[in-house]
């Protein structure tokens, strides 16, 4: 009976080998039945590859496959659909786990000679777009990150997704060792992928144990999201399944981004398709720059190896409304209309005038949301810590690596170093975690036995005419610093402490950009920048004078309710006798003849320069003051003046030249009449709207 079915099974193959040659003859391109016939053949090959036939069978159905395969070798690996690519694939990867050596080895090397041929397909393909990115050295686009199933073309994508189906179908198979050692007959060629392949099993068994470790638990998702980079539906859903995570627990920043990214998948799709109009790819910026480079529709180039998930404009508008939600829960509301302007052109075309009044309705409400925020100077897009960990016996492959990362808004750095601490006693397994304050680790010192934490606390790197408070200053964020004083050689007896204070700052670059899919990201480049005592005293100087001057300008514009009672204690800081030696301790003490030896004319000029900086916003400052207050601080006013004046002199007797600035006359301003720009500060004293 067994040679009677071995025998059928080969007339089978014969006759199948028969019809494909024929199929795959010129004459039969263009017949309108060919797909269903080449999805049959291949069928029937698939169902001679069953456990429920003989060894020697499934060994002639997988050399039967290998001509087959080179047969359609173009329908398969350039223009045809994926799904029989995929179902190939899936079945390759259920007979690597075959009990039976012989049929391991002969699936992986059929495996190996279609991820070799995707291979060479792909090397074609993306020295063509190396080509004509080299024309074209002035392109502004960025450099486009090719993964490794995307070096192996077709196959490469497809396997990824083919492993989800198995796993999903038999879960069972992640646990056996069977299919990790059929993986091993894969030729070095495949070397990345197969390692990407025994993550996806490792990632899908460790989900359970990473229930509550949501820093493990998102690193998971990402791993699985990008393994399934084959398929548009699955990728898509591991998304948003993290996004759920991250929105449960209040990081919509994090959860937006992964909903952007579900976005990007869709929409690619729906381009490619062509049922989307003038697509601007540059809004997913407004989001984050990853987006656009991570799901490759800058280049669209990803596309053709991807299996489509059959989405809808719809399905579009649906994600696009989830992530617009999660943008103004996170409050981010510059970017929600940015992101609808995917879809509002196409909604145009269809004349989905319901649609478009939603629409419109959300941005009124996003942009009315940004001004109050905006005018308010009261959001809070992030905190940002750096996280140190050192232990080589306790943190694995954590040891020695630094982290930056983001918390909400006004989280304090002990409230951090607490969260951590827990969050580390959890992952090693026990109490000896020692979380460190913001200092250098002597490694000398360590005991082997403690696992070490540090935590610092970091701030984003302003830059252009941004602040702190900026919505662009916490989007695509990547540069962070911190600083600390240090003291310089030995102090001289009598010689004030501030001669020998100077500043190092340290710069950080992470991988990746805020925000991100995930609340951490890991430092990749660290430079340190250290100031001298004299440089040191002038930052301070500017930056309390640049305090000042924004609540002046906010008095001036009246963009905001005009904060008097933080504009005092900046001048209290200043010019008040109490404490006016904290600005003027340096004018004393580095134009001592030393100092001025020591840093030269230009240092002194530098010093100079900032308090005259200091003296302008102070005498601004208290212009505002005098004409903010009402009769009961005229008194404290006066004080403030009087200390003001007596500052000046004292910085004239420092410098040998004045700091005062010739009186401006303006209007009203000595008669009964104030200045039109602190109008609107009298009509908030006294309760009138304007």
């Not at 009990?99 to 279609?114: E, G, P």
């Amino acid at each position: 009976m067994l040679n009677l079915s071995q025998e059928i099974a080969l007339i089978v193959l014969d006759v199948i080998q028969t019809f494909s040659q024929h199929l795959a003859s010129s004459s039969c391109i263009g017949w309108s039945s060919s797909s269903i016939l080449f999805s049959r053949l291949q069928n029937l090959h698939i169902s001679l590859l069953s456990d429920d036939w003989p060894e020697s069978v499934r060994l002639h159905t997988i050399a039967a496959l290998a001509l087959f395969v080179n047969m359609f070798r173009r329908r398969l690996l350039d223009s045809g659909p994926l799904d029989a690519l995929s179902v190939l694939i899936e079945r390759l990867l259920l007979l690597i786990s075959s009990r039976l050596t012989s049929v391991q080895m002969a699936a992986a090397a059929l495996l190996q000679i279609i991820l070799r041929a995707g291979y060479e397909n792909a090397a074609t393909h993306l020295a063509n777009e190396a080509m004509r990115a080299a024309v074209a050295p002035n392109s502004m686009q960025p450099k486009r990150l090719v993964s490794a199933s995307e070096r192996l073309g077709r196959p490469g994508a497809q396997t990824g997704v083919a492993l989800a189906r198995l796993l999903g179908s038999t879960p069972s198979l992640a646990a056996t060792g069977r299919l990790e050692k059929g993986l091993t007959a894969l030729d070095a060629l495949v070397s990345e992928l197969n390692r990407q392949l025994r993550g996806v099993m490792t990632a899908t068994g460790a989900l359970n144990e990473a229930k509550n470790d949501p820093i493990r638990l998102a690193d998971l998702h990402m791993q699985l999201a990008d393994s399934y980079r084959g398929s548009a539906a699955l990728r898509s859903t591991w998304l948003e399944t993290l996004s759920s995570l991250h929105s449960s627990a209040r990081y919509f920043s994090e959860a937006a981004v992964c909903m952007a990214h579900s976005v990007a998948v869709c929409a690619r799709e729906l381009n490619r398709k062509g049922e989307l109009m003038s697509v601007d790819w540059s809004v997913l910026d407004w989001i984050s720059r990853d987006i656009g480079v991570d799901e490759g529709v800058i280049t669209e180039q990803r596309g053709e190896n991807i299996q489509p998930a059959g989405f809808t404009i719809e399905n579009l508008a649906s994600k696009i409304e989830k992530t617009a939600n999660l943008l103004t829960q996170s409050e981010r509301y510059e970017a929600i209309g940015p992101l609808y302007r995917l879809i509002v052109p196409s909604l145009e075309k269809n004349a989905n005038f319901n649609s478009l009044v939603s629409v419109y309705a959300e941005l009124q409400q996003s942009y009315s949301r940004a001004v109050e925020v905006k005018t308010s100077g009261k959001r809070h897009l992030g905190a940002y810590f750096r996280v140190r960990f050192y232990g080589k016996n306790h943190f694995d492959a954590d040891h020695d690596t630094e982290w930056v990362y983001r918390e909400h808004g006004l989280t304090s750095l002990a409230e951090v170093s607490q969260r951590i601490g827990d969050y580390c006693r959890q992952v090693v397994g026990h109490d000896r975690v020692q979380v460190e304050p913001e200092k250098e680790l002597d490694e000398r010192s360590l005991d082997e036995n403690i696992a070490y934490v540090q935590v610092t606390h970091v701030d984003p790197v302003v830059v252009d005419d941004q602040t702190i408070l900026s919505y662009h200053t916490h989007t695509n964020l990547r540069e962070f610093v911190y600083e600390k004083s240090i003291t310089e050689g030995k102090r001289g007896e009598g010689e004030p402490a501030v001669t020998q204070t100077a500043l190092c700052k340290t710069f950080l670059t992470v991988l990746g950009s805020f925000p991100s899919t995930r609340r951490r990201l890991r430092v990749t480049e660290k430079k340190r920048e250290t100031y001298s005592p004299l440089e040191f005293a002038c930052q301070k100087l500017r930056m309390k004078a640049s305090q000042m001057k924004v609540l002046v300008d906010s008095s001036n514009r009246g963009t905001r309710p005009f904060d008097i009672k933080g504009l005092q204690l900046l001048l209290q800081g200043a010019v008040l006798p109490t404490v006016n030696a904290g600005p003027l301790v340096y004018a004393e003490a580095f134009t001592q003849t030393e100092q001025k030896k020591r840093y030269g004319e230009k240092g002194v000029s530098d010093l100079k320069g900032a308090f005259s900086e200091l003296m302008s916003s102070c005498g601004a400052a208290l212009k505002v003051n005098g004409s903010a207050i009402g009769p009961d601080q005229t008194t404290y006013h006066q004080v403030l003046m009087s200390s003001f004046e007596a500052m000046l002199e004292r910085l004239e007797s420092f410098f040998g030249c004045s700091f005062k600035e010739e009186e401006k006359e303006e209007k009203g301003w000595n008669g009964n009449e104030f200045p039109r720009s602190h109008i609107h500060i009298l009509d908030s004293i006294s309760g009138v709207d304007a």
